[in-house]
Each structure stands twice: as structure tokens, then as C-alpha cells.
């Protein structure tokens, strides 16, 4: 299918290393953060969030990070695996409850 | 999460003609919006359709080129209308239940204008 985010900025890592994907935002009224991957021609796909009261969340082989002092949010993606490549966005509710994406970065995994 | 499907999941059609596309989701939901994404780029939000009412635009989107609809809690379709080859994107759907922010996507309809 269509390559989403051919101009994005891309992370390549070995299958098995550790990713972290960075993202910056610029509201600082935001209350409430989502990490999303997109494969290729498929949907965004919800993978954690995090409200503003909280600076660390964990899931299953994914962690948030939230830095509201410089406005920085970071996905860590531990054991990188070749399911692990896509697109990941960062999102963030803004003060009209709206949800706002930001730029993507290209997660690529090689053997 | 709710299962969001799309109708169509991807077409081609000529400049100057309209599409509409359709989104259904298994469960009733709160709050409906639509996306774009052009190629290479992000998500931008379109619009929030509101149950009943009209839809609510962001700045750069208009009702006359976009119409929305949405008669109940699980269905909204968006038109694109008189087409032009710079409104070639994927266009998606995205729900909220309203008990809380999570927000979820659908498949997404893929639009080539020629």
C-alpha cells in the first residue's frame, strides 16, 4: 500500500534495542497526551496516554514520558521487533478539546 | 475501543465531481470527527460533526466544500465536493466516547482525484 510519512523524519534501530521516539509540543494548557501508530495503509492506532498530572506511564513494552517544563513527551519501545515499524504520531487535547497530531516519525526495525 | 469501519475504502474519480464517504461505528459514541492526511503528512482535523446540528469547521475548511452529516450516535458521512486533484488524500474518521479523551481511528478512505 501508499507509504504514509515519506518526508517524515525517520528512526532506524536493531531488532531487539530499545526506540525512543521524541515529540514536542507547543500548547502548554494541554491536558492529556496520545501515542499513536500508523502502519501503511491502516488507520492511526491508539497505543497509550497520558494526563498532564502525570510525567511517566507504562504499558506493555511501551513507555510515555512527559516533560511539561520543556513541553516534551517520548514513547520508549522496549525489544524493538519488525511489528514494531510504522509510523508514530504524538497527539495532544488542546485547550478547545480538540485532538492535535503532530509531525510523525518513521520507525523502521532491521534485522 | 469501538470498531470504526469506512465506506469507500478507496476511490478515484474525476475533478468537479463529489464523493461521499461514510463512517459507522459498532457502538454509540459521544463525539465524531473527520481527518485528513495528505500524502506525507500528518492528520489535520476537519471538522466535529455534531449529532443534529451542523458540523463544527476548523479554519481552512468550509461547509459548502466539505458537508458532513450526522443523524444519530453511530453514523456520519463527510462529501468532498467539486473535486480537484489537491484534495487527493486519506480521509478519516475518529470517535470519542466521551467518558473519557481516548479518541480512535478508522481505516481511513483513500481519494485520488485525476
Known amino acids: 500500500g501508499e507509504s504514509v510519512g515519506l518526508h517524515l523524519p525517520t528512526l532506524s534501530v536493531q531488532e531487539g534495542d530499545n526506540s525512543i521516539i521524541n515529540c514536542a509540543y507547543s500548547n502548554s494548557a494541554s491536558d492529556y497526551f496520545i501515542w499513536y501508530k500508523q502502519e501503511s495503509g491502516k488507520g492511526p492506532q491508539f497505543i497509550i496516554d497520558i494526563r498532564s498530572n502525570m510525567d511517566k506511564r507504562q504499558g506493555q513494552r511501551v513507555t510515555v514520558l512527559l516533560n511539561k517544563t520543556v513541553k516534551h513527551l517520548s514513547l520508549q519501545i522496549a525489544a524493538t521487533q519488525p511489528g514494531d515499524s510504522a509510523v508514530y504520531f504524538c497527539a495532544e487535547i488542546n485547550n478547545t478539546d480538540k485532538l492535535i497530531f503532530g509531525t510523525g516519525t518513521r520507525l523502521q526495525v532491521f534485522p | 475501543s469501538a470498531v470504526i469501519s469506512q465506506k469507500p475504502s478507496r476511490d478515484i474519480c474525476q475533478r468537479g465531481t463529489s464523493l461521499t464517504i461514510q463512517c459507522q461505528v459498532d457502538s454509540q459514541v459521544t463525539m465524531m470527527f473527520w481527518y485528513r492526511q495528505q500524502p506525507g503528512q500528518s492528520l489535520t482535523l476537519i471538522a466535529t460533526a455534531n449529532q443534529g446540528s451542523e458540523a463544527t469547521y476548523e479554519s481552512g475548511f468550509v461547509i459548502d466544500k466539505f458537508p458532513i452529516s450526522r443523524p444519530n450516535l453511530t453514523f456520519s458521512t463527510l462529501t468532498v465536493s467539486n473535486m480537484s486533484p489537491e484534495d487527493s488524500s486519506i480521509y478519516l474518521c475518529?470517535?470519542?466516547?466521551?467518558?473519557?479523551?481516548?479518541?480512535?481511528f478508522g481505516p481511513g478512505t483513500r481519494l485520488t482525484v485525476t
Open positions: 475518529s470517535v470519542r466516547s466521551g467518558r473519557t479523551y481516548e479518541q480512535y
